[in-house]
């Protein structure tokens, strides 16, 4: 069976669309956000794709994509579902700030 891990960080400046594997980002930056693996519908790599985004492999089973708050919001209300806290999370999105989502299979 494979497990998922999938959570959103938080930057207050811009993150380059490719991150490097020496900075903060992807491992102890300020965590955003978990997100239910067991019930979110839609992996970061397929909304990636869709929408053109970068993603940046640390591994084959590891990857991260970063994004603006928009497109964040746009992730987070194609996951939605009514019984999620998703509402709560878009509520403290900051406008300003950049995200990057973390999704690993193990």
Same mark, same amino acid.
């Given at each position: 069976?494979?497990?998922? &891990? !999938?959570?959103?960080?938080?930057?207050? #400046?811009?993150? &380059?669309?490719?991150?490097?594997?020496?900075?903060?980002?992807?491992? #102890?930056?300020?965590?955003?956000? @978990?997100? %239910?693996? %067991?019930? @979110?519908?839609?992996?970061?790599?397929?909304?990636?794709?869709?929408? #053109?985004?970068?993603?940046?492999?640390? %591994?084959?089973? @590891?990857? !991260?994509?970063?994004?603006?708050?928009?497109?964040?919001?746009?992730?987070?209300?194609?996951?939605? &579902?009514?019984? &999620?806290?998703?509402?709560?999370? !878009?509520?403290?999105?900051? %406008?300003?700030? @950049?995200?990057?989502? #973390?999704?690993?299979?193990?």
């Amino acid at each position: 069976m494979t497990y998922r &891990s !999938l959570f959103v960080e938080e930057h207050p #400046n811009r993150v &380059s669309a490719t991150i490097p594997h020496d900075t903060k980002v992807g491992r #102890n930056a300020p965590l955003f956000c @978990w997100l %239910d693996t %067991d019930t @979110w519908p839609i992996s970061a790599l397929a909304f990636a794709e869709e929408h #053109n985004l970068h993603i940046d492999y640390v %591994d084959n089973c @590891w990857l !991260l994509v970063a994004l603006d708050a928009a497109t964040l919001k746009q992730f987070l209300r194609a996951g939605q &579902s009514s019984d &999620s806290n998703v509402a709560a999370i !878009l509520e403290r999105v900051k %406008d300003e700030h @950049w995200y990057v989502i #973390n999704e690993e299979e193990f």
